[in-house]
């Protein structure tokens, strides 16, 4: 099966700029995640669907991220305007979600951001 | 309360070695203990993962020890392999929601 699939790879911006990351789980995974993994650290849970419907954006810093998941499939990330702090690795995951808890979460390769 | 204490940071293992990584969490909530392997430019990769009413989980050369009364568990990599290589985290988790370590970057050279 395909995996998670983000873009772009890479991008530079400056501060105060907006960007936006693109995210296609895989086929049938109801459940879909973004992570921020800043240098050297763990991956930060930012938000997780359900389906279209957000389950948890509690470390989702509201003033300047939004996300949006259209028709259950696709998502994007979008920051506005991105600070300095916000140069890290943004994460896509997905996951089948349903009855079932604690499904392995599948991790897309990430989109590194540079803010200058 | 929220956090997942792991150890150590960086770990150098001669090939063939067992490479040892401990993590340590105090949400007792928790029902579910992953462990991924990242390598750069790559997303984390579930490598194993374990429920709290188990004590150890074995797969291949990876096994994960658990001790609920502690509230630690470890991952054990035997006969370590240049290819194994990467940064490793444990994570934490309930209601779908993971905790990740600190990550620890493991050479394994030889």
């Known amino acids: 099966e395909a995996g998670v699939a983000q873009s772009p790879r890479y991008k530079i911006i400056e501060k105060r700029q907006s960007v936006a990351f693109w995210c296609n789980p895989i086929s049938g995974h109801a459940t879909l995640y973004w992570y921020q993994q800043i240098l050297g650290q763990g991956p930060k849970l930012l938000i997780q669907f359900q389906n279209n419907g957000v389950v948890d954006d509690s470390q989702l810093p509201k003033d300047r991220f939004s996300a949006e998941r259209l028709k259950g499939v696709d998502s994007t990330l979008k920051i506005q305007p991105a600070k300095l702090e916000d140069s890290a690795v943004y994460l896509c995951?997905?996951?089948?979600?349903?009855?079932?808890?604690?499904?392995?979460?599948?991790f897309g390769d990430g989109t590194r951001l540079s803010i200058l | 309360q929220q956090q997942v204490k792991q150890s150590p940071q960086s770990l150098i293992v001669q090939k063939g070695g067992i490479s040892i990584i401990n993590c340590a969490y105090e949400?007792?909530?928790?029902?579910?203990f992953p462990w991924y392997q990242q390598f750069p430019g790559k997303g984390p990769a579930l490598l194993i993962a374990i429920r709290p009413d188990v004590s150890e989980k074995k797969e291949g050369r990876f096994t994960i020890s658990f001790n609920k009364s502690a509230k630690q568990f470890s991952l054990h990599i035997m006969d370590s392999q240049p290819g194994d290589s990467a940064t490793y985290f444990c994570?934490?988790?309930?209601?779908?929601?993971?905790?990740f370590g600190t990550g620890t970057r493991l050479q394994v050279f030889p």
């Open positions: 995951a997905s996951s089948p979600g349903g009855s079932y808890s604690n499904q392995p979460q599948h």
């Open positions: 949400n007792t909530a928790f029902d579910y």
């Open positions: 994570a934490a988790s309930k209601a779908d929601k993971l905790i």
